[in-house]
């Protein structure tokens, strides 16, 4: 198993939860890493992302309210996810991407997690 993603649960609006992403070493030094999220019914949506250097990107819809980290000695991205709306409900999917060669990229899925946030 590439990646490995956990965390998931159950919390009422105003909540926490923190979601983490497990990926084998090899894959994880070299990628970005990314959480998507799918909400039921519709596609799914990048939410945020870090670097192999470390360096965060979040789509505008979760700034301030999420965050994510790296820990490197573990080989595991963290997505700290605090003031949860029902809207955040879904699933957590992570991804891992590297570049290859020229134009072509690796990417790895792991299986999804699920967040359900009741108000």
């Known amino acids: 198993v590439q990646l490995q993603a956990s965390g998931g649960g159950a919390v009422q609006a105003g909540g926490s939860l923190r979601l983490s992403c497990a990926a084998s070493r090899s894959i994880f030094r070299i990628s970005t890493i990314a959480w998507y999220h799918q909400a039921p019914g519709k596609p799914r949506e990048l939410v945020a992302a870090?670097?192999?250097?470390?360096?965060?990107n979040y789509d505008d819809s979760v700034k301030g309210r999420f965050s994510i980290s790296r820990d490197n000695a573990n080989n595991t991205v963290y997505l700290q996810m605090n003031s949860l709306k029902p809207a955040d409900t879904g699933a957590y999917y992570c991804?891992?991407?590297?570049?290859?060669?020229?134009?072509?990229?690796?990417?790895?899925w792991g299986q999804g997690t699920l967040v359900t946030v009741s108000s």
């Open positions: 870090i670097t192999s250097s470390g360096i965060p």
């Open positions: 991804n891992a991407k590297y570049h290859t060669k020229g134009w072509n990229f690796n990417n790895y």
